[in-house]
């Protein structure tokens, strides 16, 4: 029975037969070499990724592919009156990342489109040509809430180091709003 994931395999240590000489042209011997150092590559691997690497996830796959998911969120806030239009801020990405959706709750029902636009820190700052957003930004109707993941026509790659900015198109009623991309990183 393994040890592993509980702990890092220790193998024990073995010896060539009195008078076998390593030869690693021979198919058809066993030598301890050869074990060894399969048990060297067991041994680095178990290391490299620590004692329980599944974490409380399933398996190791499950959890790598959680690790890779992360959400870039911007406020809006009114200070207590409705939000007006014009670029609200910005935000640096220290990450490359796919967007594959994004989401606005609002304090209150009301609507909203907010444009989002992205350069590099060399452009800054981004400007309406660098919209991301193509015609489908985030927005929502007469509620308080919306998602999209279909993204259509958007820009979807974030490059580390990208500057995004957050600029209301327009707005009824809402005071305060929050933008969350769902993202996922990418190599």
């Given at each position: 029975m393994a040890d592993y994931p509980d702990s890092v395999?220790?193998?024990?240590?073995?010896?060539?037969?009195?008078g076998v000489v390593y030869d690693e042209t021979k198919e058809d011997v066993l030598f301890k070499e050869d074990i060894d150092l399969g048990d060297d590559e067991t041994v680095a691997i178990e290391t490299e990724l620590g004692t329980l690497p599944k974490g409380v996830f399933a398996d190791v796959k499950t959890r790598l592919i959680a690790n890779g998911q992360r959400a870039i969120i911007f406020i809006i806030d009114g200070g207590g009156a409705a939000i007006t239009t014009g670029e609200k801020g910005h935000l640096e990405i220290p990450f490359k990342c796919e967007i594959q959706q994004v989401e606005l709750l609002g304090d209150q029902s009301g609507s909203i489109v907010i444009d989002i636009w992205k350069d590099t820190y060399g452009a800054f700052p981004p400007i309406d040509a660098d919209s991301i957003t193509d015609s489908a930004p985030p927005t929502i109707t007469t509620a308080q809430k919306s998602q999209d993941s279909t993204l259509t026509g958007w820009t979807k790659t974030i490059n580390a180091g990208d500057i995004l900015a957050f600029n209301v198109d327009s707005v009824t009623d809402i005071e305060r709003v929050t933008l969350i991309l769902k993202?996922?990183?990418?190599?």
């Open positions: 395999y220790s193998p024990r240590t073995r010896v060539n037969k009195t993202v996922k990183n990418v190599a």
